[in-house]
């Protein structure tokens, strides 16, 4: 709740000129180094992508479009928002999440792009390696997508239908609309706290770690559902399948119910996992409706996995951090439903086991090991883990055997001198 007082104030204190003066006045963040294509009128590529990889470009790549909207002047509470929103661009420039991947980057803008139509100049978008389900974008075109959304969506239509939801925000802007609300109900006194607290140095620091300058307001139930409405609009304009956003929002309120916390499976509102955008079963069933009267449009389901596919084993990794082992085991679940990424998915749901410790967790854990690695994909830590669990049952032919495997696979490892120890040791070269 501190995080969120001290954000909101910083909001509104753009409202006076003082701090408007403050802002970055005048200064463009520029744009990060990516290119997109152009599409037809309909909405379709020139060149359809092959099914299981992402296609280059049919044309050259073209120049970034120019902005849709024009700058707002620095004393006005717009153009206060604005340079609020550079400031907190220039962190996410600059943060140790940010993924500089040039493919990854390159294909989520490919898609907001294509939703965008001619707002497609204002974005300037940045992946983060975040574990939770986020996406914003500022007033000022800057656009947040984290990689725990991309790890949950399932295809890039419902990519397409996020990131329309947020262009539609954009569009529509809601975050000055709410700004102005806010300023509206606060108090003189409210007003005189607010300009003294906008001179504090960690305000910045604070809307930069709830995403982005939106996340401080909180949209309404109504703003949501518009821009569900529009994100809908977006994507099927572009030829996407009408029924991703009311499967992908579905999809959410299930893992909200598979947590481990039951904090969380009381409180319908955390099922968009990030609480500022309050998910509800009305707006499921808008979508739903919506979805009923339309038909055509494509998933590009195997293209949207293959962009994802080389960071899986790291996004998975960062989501268990998280502790909700409940919600980790849905989304495995539903990363394993097409039968794909097996090995990966398998490590994973051995991983979940491993930390739990609860009763059967550790034979269970030896299970999903040893379906691993019958695949391809099984990380290279597989092989350790398995050495591990062999080590500790006094099996130790086996341990030296896995762990010589994991050593093979991953020459690199930061624990090699330490794996390579435990096999001296165990082959009777070591004390």
Request: aromatic share 8%.
């Amino acid at each position: 709740m501190k995080r969120l007082a001290a954000a909101m104030v910083a909001a509104l204190a753009v409202t006076t000129a003082a701090i408007a003066q403050e802002s970055v006045q005048g200064e463009q963040i520029p744009p990060p180094a990516a290119t997109t294509q152009d599409y037809p009128a309909d909405g379709e590529p020139a060149q359809q992508a092959a099914p299981d990889a992402i296609a280059p470009p049919a044309q050259p790549a073209q120049t970034i479009p120019p902005p849709s909207r024009p700058r707002p002047e620095i004393n006005t509470d717009e153009g206060g928002l604005w340079g609020m929103s550079d400031r907190a661009e220039q962190e996410a420039r600059n943060s140790g999440q940010l993924e500089r991947d040039p493919a990854l980057n390159a294909y989520v803008r490919e898609v907001a792009c294509r939703v965008a139509s001619d707002a497609c100049g204002d974005i300037r978008l940045y992946v983060m390696n975040r574990p939770y389900f986020n996406a914003s974008m500022a007033p000022n075109g800057y656009m947040e997508v984290w990689s725990g959304l991309l790890l949950r969506v399932e295809d890039e239509a419902q990519l397409a239908f996020v990131l329309g939801h947020e262009i539609g925000h954009y569009r529509e802007r809601h975050a000055l609309a709410m700004l102005r609300a806010v300023r509206g109900r606060a108090g003189a006194a409210m007003v005189f706290s607010i300009i003294a607290a906008g001179a504090g140095v960690g305000i910045v620091g604070d809307i930069v770690y709830l995403g982005t300058i939106a996340s401080v307001f909180g949209f309404s139930r109504e703003n949501e559902s518009q821009a569900d409405m529009l994100g809908y609009d977006h994507a099927v304009a572009a030829r996407y399948d009408p029924h991703a956003g009311h499967m992908l929002w579905s999809s959410l309120l299930q893992e909200t119910q598979a947590s481990d916390n039951p904090d969380v499976r009381r409180q319908e509102t955390r099922a968009s996992i990030f609480r500022t955008h309050p998910l509800s079963a009305d707006r499921i069933e808008a979508l739903t409706a919506r979805a009923a009267q339309a038909t055509g449009g494509e998933t590009q389901r195997a293209r949207y996995r293959a962009a994802i596919r080389p960071f899986l084993d790291s996004w998975l990794r960062s989501d268990l951090r998280r502790r909700d082992y409940g919600q980790t085991w849905f989304l495995l679940d539903r990363l394993a439903a097409a039968g794909e990424d097996l090995g990966v998915v398998e490590y994973y749901r051995g991983e979940i086991n491993r930390l739990r410790r609860g009763d059967g967790d550790r034979e269970r854990a030896f299970q999903h090991y040893t379906n691993a690695i019958a695949y391809p994909d099984a990380p290279a830590a597989t092989w350790r883990e398995l050495g591990d669990l062999a080590l500790r049952d006094g099996r130790n032919a086996e341990a030296v055997e896995q762990f010589t495997a994991y050593l093979a696979r991953a020459p690199q490892a930061v624990d090699r001198a330490l794996i390579e120890a435990r096999i001296q040791q165990l082959s009777g070269g070591g004390q």
